[in-house]
């Protein structure tokens, strides 16, 4: 909450573009995505439930866990490269305020690094169902997606950018709740 606060602040103070807006979401989801795949790696007990390859139920070992990590980084990668081509066309015409992108990004890696550490305590007395863990992610990309989309048709405003800030700290607080109650975790930490 504390990172999401401090973005609305300083695209507030800086009157930012959506370009570098989208920049920070884009980093911020990059980075969520890194700590998924290593949540996923570090797995000790976990469980295949509802999770099928080739329409075949997977047991879960460590090759299994291999395996979907490292499915999740690629396909998930490569939904953030093909949102990065995008963005560096913003990036070529000036739109992009690197400064503040830089503090924002930082804050949200500071952020996440942290969760990352209290859920591998977690992880480690509780048994996750590793297809939750690949899912939870990718819904978060859904903000960044329609921003994209939608983003450039809009006239970008103070009133405009205050509406997306808000709506997008509304998702990133409602996706962490429904995330760590779908887990079993109390959706405080």
């Not at 863990?133 to 103070?158: D, E, K, Q």
Request: charged share 10%; hydrophobic share 55%; with cysteine.
């Amino acid at each position: 909450m504390a990172s999401n606060i401090l973005t609305l602040v300083m695209a507030l103070a800086g009157n930012w573009n959506a370009g570098t807006l989208m920049w920070v979401y884009w980093g911020q989801s990059v980075i969520i995505g890194f700590f998924n795949f290593l949540r996923m790696l570090f797995l000790k007990d976990f469980s295949t439930e509802g999770v099928k390859a080739s329409d075949q139920p997977v047991d879960p070992t460590p090759a299994t866990r291999r395996s979907m990590a490292f499915f999740f980084l690629i396909h998930y990668g490569g939904f953030h490269l093909v949102y990065m081509v995008f963005l560096v066309g913003l990036a070529a015409k000036g739109l992009v305020n690197l400064e503040g992108m830089g503090i924002c990004l930082a804050a949200f890696l500071v952020n996440h690094a942290f969760s990352f550490f209290y859920n591998l305590q977690s992880d480690r007395r509780n048994v996750r169902n590793i297809g939750t863990l690949m899912f939870f992610p990718y819904a978060r990309i859904l903000p960044m997606h329609l921003t994209i989309i939608f983003g450039s048709l809009l006239p970008w405003n103070r009133g405009v950018l205050l509406l997306f800030l808000s709506l997008k700290t509304a998702a990133d607080l409602i996706m962490h709740a429904v995330e760590h109650a779908a887990l079993g975790e109390n959706p405080n930490s």
